[in-house]
């Protein structure tokens, strides 16, 4: 997995393999599957992954007039395989760009960051803006950026103190 311009680039890997490839989900079921890194080089900092599972279409039986509306799920499940020294740290800036302000915080460790809760405190005047963030946009990979766009109450003053304050892989933090 890559991050390029703030989105996620999937490219396909050998790296690892999924067992079993293929199972029968019954309703309220559950299955545990096995993730195997197949690739016995030892991990520098971190590598990442996302598994797709894609549920099947039943066959269709060309007896039945009234097939109704078939609609598939696909989970995208993210993976990670790091070094017990890997590290996150992370940076951050507002910038403006046309009349909007954006956050944008910078991973400059070796280790990926899940972010929540993520709020813009402006010490000066006592206000918070919160940031919505979730496992979608929440990931910043290791020596990836992500940008968050800023309430449009938000006004940057370059005289004011601002912190951020979150959580960092579920450990709450203050930059």
């Given amino acids: 997995m890559e991050s390029k311009d703030g989105q996620d680039q999937l490219l396909p890997t050998d790296d690892i393999a999924i067992s079993p490839p293929f199972l029968k989900l019954q ?44 609609v598939l799920l696909r989970s995208s499940l993210p993976v990670f395989v790091v070094n017990k020294q890997a590290i ?39 206000q918070s803006y919160p940031i919505k963030v979730n496992t979608v946009n929440g990931y910043i990979l290791a020596g990836k950026s992500r940008s968050f766009s800023l309430s449009s109450e938000f006004k940057y003053d370059k005289n004011h103190k601002y912190t951020i304050s979150l959580m960092i892989n579920g450990k709450q933090a203050t930059l």
């Avoid at 971190?46 to 099947?56: A, F, H, N, P, V």
């Fill in 88 to 126: 996150t740290k992370l940076s951050w800036t507002i910038q403006e760009e046309q009349n909007n302000s954006y956050l944008t915080i910078s991973n400059v460790g070796d280790r990926h960051a899940l972010l929540n809760n993520l709020t813009l405190n402006d010490a000066t005047t006592g």
């Fill in 27 to 70: 309703p309220n079921d559950s299955y545990n599957i096995r993730v195997v890194r197949i690739n016995p080089i030892p991990v520098s900092g971190e590598k990442t992954y996302r598994i797709i599972i894609d549920e099947l279409p039943k066959p269709i039986d060309s007896r039945k007039a009234d097939q109704g509306i078939n």
